[in-house]
């Protein structure tokens, strides 16, 4: 095994550790949040029930407490995954740059891979966007990953907070990988265990 392997065969290990690392703390802050909603259901369906049955009009009060209790799980809900959202852009903005570079190498490597597979024929031409912040470290990326892949790439910029987009010329097919999209499917993701939670 030549020096070279060795050196990508570390920093490879060492960027899953760190991308590991990350979704581990993504996770936690996701469980805690999602333990805190736990406890704000209860103690709202318990205010909600000594409500009802001081009231004389029952079923009048039932149904009116119903609704606001969706209201209020409704609101929780929404509240988990913006502050879930929050402390994710704050965790992805305090990026340092090497982690930002890691991250966006292996953004890139899985995003080539994805549109090598869709590819019928060889694309010879992609255009890869990314943020104004990591244009010049794409450059740098791309020239290592370009040479693999035997692609002609060109880097632009993009209005997303970072990751990359990739699309292939002639073919149309775009993979989106910005961190916005990302996040979205973790929130997607986190909104279907929440519904499930409060049901």
Do not use: P
């Amino acid at each position: 095994m030549q020096q070279e392997d060795i050196i990508r065969e570390v920093v490879f290990k060492k960027a899953r550790e760190e991308a590991i690392a990350v979704l581990k703390k993504a996770e936690e802050e996701a469980n805690k949040i999602i333990e805190e909603a736990k406890l704000t259901k209860k103690k709202l369906i318990e205010e909600e029930k000594k409500k009802i049955s001081m009231n004389l009009n029952i079923d009048g009060r039932i149904a009116e407490a119903k609704l606001r209790a969706r209201l209020v799980i409704s609101n929780t809900k929404r509240e988990i995954l913006d502050e879930l959202e929050k402390r994710i852009w704050e965790y992805v903005n305090k990026l340092n740059q090497e982690k930002r570079v890691e991250s966006l190498r292996k953004i890139l490597e899985e995003s080539l891979q994805i549109l090598h597979k869709d590819l019928r024929e060889r694309e010879n031409t992609i255009i890869i966007y990314v943020s104004r912040r990591d244009l010049e470290n794409a450059n740098k990326v791309i020239e290592e990953i370009a040479g693999k892949q035997g692609y002609n790439i060109a880097v632009r910029e993009a209005s997303i907070m970072g990751g990359a987009i990739i699309e292939a010329v002639s073919n149309k097919i775009i993979v989106d990988n910005s961190y916005e999209t990302r996040l979205m499917k973790i929130l997607t993701l986190e909104s279907s265990e929440l519904r499930r939670l409060f049901e």
